[in-house]
């Protein structure tokens, strides 16, 4: 008891990377840099979303949820992860270290659920095109949006209670960027074995299940697309579709391995860097990947600049 008051009183130490000093200016420089990208990408795409009326349909619909949702993931870690490398004061409140599981765990897990609905919306789009307005209605949207969402808060408020509930003996010291569910178990004294069964059982839930949801819509959709007759059909549904893949390749497949791999034994350093890569890089790359092979986000950006030099 006397350690948990402890860390309550005196917050925690993010570590970073610490022990390698000479690399915090560089990690600053690129963090930083990432995280400029990041704000200015999903920001256009959201922006893009909303004033383009050629883009109000679910797909930039749901696209836009998730530029809104890696703008809050990166939000929620990276300013934090920013000031500790800049100085020497590596520290953060307790408040503040709970707030950003309880956040980073629902923004993550909210990811993960919208990247389904964003494969079914995919799935409709190929497979049932004569009735894809009739079926993605914009009531079903708002719908899958709150389940998303919803979804990724209540599975954050149960694994981040449980996981606050561990005794800490008066450690401090997080071998992590931020404060996430492994690195918290990790800190832990005692038996964690029943922590780690949860958290294996939810993220298979959250990761493996989805993930394997996705990888047979794209069976069904590869199906689909290789029976269009038209080439300029299969092209405009395969980029769209590898665009879709390849967000839903990084986002689990860093997920997977910081979070389905034994907390206690997995290798920590590895395990900071992919905390790193799914909280920095892909946000970043989410818009670049969605637009540098879509000719309508490309013609929306053309058209808005257009506007922009007959106003000036």
Not at 61 to 88: E, H, K, Y
């Amino acid at each position: 008891m006397a350690g948990a008051n402890n860390s309550f009183l005196e917050g925690f130490i993010l570590m970073g990377v610490s022990d390698h000093p000479q690399l915090e200016i560089i990690f600053f420089i690129v963090i930083l840099f990432s995280y400029l990208l990041t704000l200015v990408g999903n920001s256009t795409i959201i922006l893009l979303s909303c004033l383009d009326a050629r883009l109000h349909t679910p797909m930039y619909f749901f696209l836009s949820n998730l530029s809104s949702l890696d703008l809050a993931f990166t939000t929620s870690s990276v300013p934090q992860m920013l000031i500790n490398l800049w100085g020497p004061d590596k520290t953060i409140s307790y408040g503040g270290c709970v707030t950003q599981l309880y956040v980073f765990l629902w923004l993550g897990a909210t990811e993960c659920i919208l990247l389904v609905v964003m494969a079914f919306d995919r799935y409709v789009a190929v497979c049932r095109p004569l009735h894809y307005t009739t079926i993605m209605n914009p009531r079903l949207c708002w719908l899958l949006a709150a389940i998303a969402w919803l979804g990724g808060l209540s599975n954050s408020v149960i694994q981040s209670t449980f996981t606050l509930q561990l005794p800490l003996c008066g450690h401090r010291r997080v071998d992590n960027f931020l404060c996430e569910v492994p690195a918290m178990i990790k800190l832990a004294c005692g038996d964690t074995s029943l922590n780690e069964a949860v958290l294996n059982g939810v993220c298979t839930f959250f990761t493996a299940v989805p993930l394997s949801i996705i990888l047979i819509s794209y069976c069904y959709i590869a199906q689909a697309v290789l029976k269009i007759r038209s080439a300029e059909g299969q092209r405009k549904a395969f980029n769209t579709c590898l665009s879709h893949l390849v967000v839903v390749i990084l986002f689990y497949g860093s997920a997977i391995y910081g979070y389905l791999l034994p907390a206690k034994t997995s290798n920590q350093d590895q395990g900071k860097f992919i905390s790193l890569f799914y909280s920095v890089v892909t946000p970043m790359v989410n818009p670049l990947i969605y637009t540098l092979r879509n000719k309508e986000v490309k013609g929306a950006l053309r058209r808005l600049l257009g506007k922009g030099r007959e106003l000036g």
